[in-house]
């Protein structure tokens, strides 16, 4: 989907660009946004969509709701832009990748060295989805990126057949053992939620479908 596709999203990106600026002069932000657009509508994606990235907004906009978790939110708001911008599945540095296109981009924009740095390690963050205590942007972002674990079990299926598809090219062994790895990961965190919000009302369904998709691909009674 474009950007002419979806004038809503693109209102939504200048919006928060302009917010972030605080007034400051700056280029007209829906060329960047239009760039990020087409980047997150690439063909090699299968969950790491324009879906994707709006649910991510969406549920940075739910948890401000719910609790107000504090944090520079139209920071957190531009690194859900940035944070899988760069998508290449057979690449490891895709992270990296987008958060020096972040780099790049929102020093043109407009924003300060501060501003353009926090996003830029936020982006970097959803390597690992393990922020430090007390660092709210890092767990506003991460709790909205992780929400989709959280997700009723018909959409949790669909949400990892789409993982399966990105990932087409590499043989079905080499994918459970990867996958297997990924989830065994997310289960060792202390928290996979760490904002109160999330903790309460996402935690234990994520954890049961993360169990139940690791249970399905070893074969074994538990998460292991």
Do not use: I
């Amino acid at each position: 989907m474009t950007a002419d596709q979806d004038p809503a999203l693109l209102r939504r990106w200048n919006a928060t660009l302009l917010a972030a600026r605080a007034g400051r002069e700056g280029p007209d932000p829906a060329p960047y946004g239009r760039n990020l657009l087409a980047r997150w509508a690439e063909p090699q994606r299968r969950y790491h969509t324009v879906d994707h990235l709006r649910a991510v907004l969406d549920r940075v906009d739910e948890l401000t709701d719910q609790g107000g978790e504090g944090g520079e939110l139209e920071l957190v708001r531009l690194a859900a832009w940035f944070h899988d911008a760069v998508y290449r599945p057979d690449r490891s540095e895709n992270e990296e990748r987008s958060a020096v296109l972040a780099e790049k981009a929102l020093t043109e924009a407009g924003l300060t060295p501060h501003e353009v740095a926090e996003v830029a390690r936020l982006v970097r963050l959803t390597v690992t989805h393990d922020p430090a205590d007390g660092d709210l942007n890092g767990e506003t972002l991460c709790d909205a990126d992780l929400a989709v674990l959280a997700s009723d079990p018909d959409t949790y299926a669909r949400y990892a057949a789409a993982v399966r598809e990105e990932y087409g090219f590499v043989p079905d062994t080499a994918f459970r053992e990867g996958r297997a790895a990924v989830l065994r990961h997310l289960l060792d965190l202390p928290r996979l939620f760490r904002t109160p919000y999330g903790a309460a009302v996402w935690e234990e369904k994520a954890r049961e479908n993360v169990e139940r998709e690791l249970k399905e691909l070893t074969g074994a009674s538990g998460a292991g």
